[in-house]
Nanobody, 123 residues
Framework: QVQLVESGGGLVQPGGSLRLSCAAS????????VAWYRQAPGKQRELVAA???????DYADSVKGRFTISKDNTENTVTLQMNSLKAEDTAVYYC?????????????????WGQGTQVTVSS
């Protein structure tokens, strides 16, 4: 089973930046896609960004142009660089893994949901 740990969240002012990290317990990113999701209080969990094993990325319309997802297969980490943050970006951010495209398409998660990392955008 895939094990992932999120980190990097915090409090930032609107317009600021944060960098989140998703670390895997093993060298899995050559075969697994990794996606960032977020959930705000009272809202459903939503996709933020994803990156395939081949390095192809996908973004939610709400963050496109502001967020960038990348990965380092050697260090087994996936990074979400968040710039121009807005109050509506406030949420708990989680990462998870998808083994196949069908997993991603159908939202089949290959890792257990962890505690996530809190991102708060406020002045």
């Amino acid at each position: 089973q895939v094990q992932l740990v999120e980190s990097g969240g915090g409090l930032v002012q609107p317009g600021g930046s944060l960098r989140l990290s998703c670390a895997a317990s093993g060298r899995i990113f050559s075969i697994y896609a990794v996606a960032w999701y977020r959930q705000a209080p009272g809202k459903q969990r939503e996709l933020v960004a994803a990156i395939t094993s081949g390095g192809v990325s996908d973004y939610a319309d709400s963050v496109k142009g502001r967020f960038t997802i990348s990965k380092d297969n050697t260090e087994n980490t996936v990074t979400l660089q968040m710039n121009s943050l807005k109050a509506e970006d406030t949420a708990v951010y989680y990462c998870n893994a998808h083994r196949y495209y069908s997993d991603y398409r159908d939202r089949v998660f290959r890792a257990s949901w962890g505690q996530g990392t809190q991102v708060t955008v406020s002045s």
